[in-house]
């Protein structure tokens, strides 16, 4: 088993920049495909971006292409998603969550797919 725990969230401006943190507890982190979620009020909970056990792949939603990067410090068992340009419908509570059942490469989007969730950090986002 392992747990979560996401630090980084908070208030920031429109085109501003955030970098949230995903700490695993155990010694198997590196065995974990690693994603990151997002739910807004009211809404379903959103696929933002995962990462394979090794690192070597990356999954993204189209709208966080090219803003969104996922990243993770094996030696640390920290995955990372930086935030750039951020907007207001970025707005969200987001959370980190492990895959214990994928293979080395593969990463899965739908959250039921996914093992273990953190408590989540808020993003706010201000116009």
């Given at each position: 088993?392992?747990?979560?725990?996401?630090?980084?969230?908070?208030?920031?401006?429109?085109?501003?920049?955030?970098?949230?943190?995903?700490?695993?507890?155990?010694?198997t982190f590196s065995?974990?495909?690693?994603?990151?979620?997002?739910q807004a009020p009211g809404k379903e909970r959103l696929f933002v971006a995962g990462i394979s056990r090794s690192g070597l792949s990356t999954v993204y939603t189209d709208s966080m292409k090219g803003r969104f990067t996922i990243s993770r410090d094996n030696a640390k068992n920290t995955v990372y998603l930086q935030m750039n340009s951020l907007k207001p419908e970025d707005?969200?509570?987001?959370?980190?969550?492990?895959?214990?059942?994928?293979g080395s490469?593969?990463?899965k989007t739908d959250p039921p797919e996914y093992d273990y969730w953190g408590q989540g950090t808020q993003v706010t986002v201000s116009s």
């Open positions: 088993q392992v747990q979560l725990v996401e630090s980084g969230g908070g208030l920031v401006q429109v085109g501003g920049s955030l970098r949230l943190s995903c700490a695993a507890s155990g010694r065995s974990y495909a690693m994603g990151w979620f997002r707005t969200a509570v987001y959370y980190c969550a492990a895959d214990r059942r994928s490469y593969s990463i």
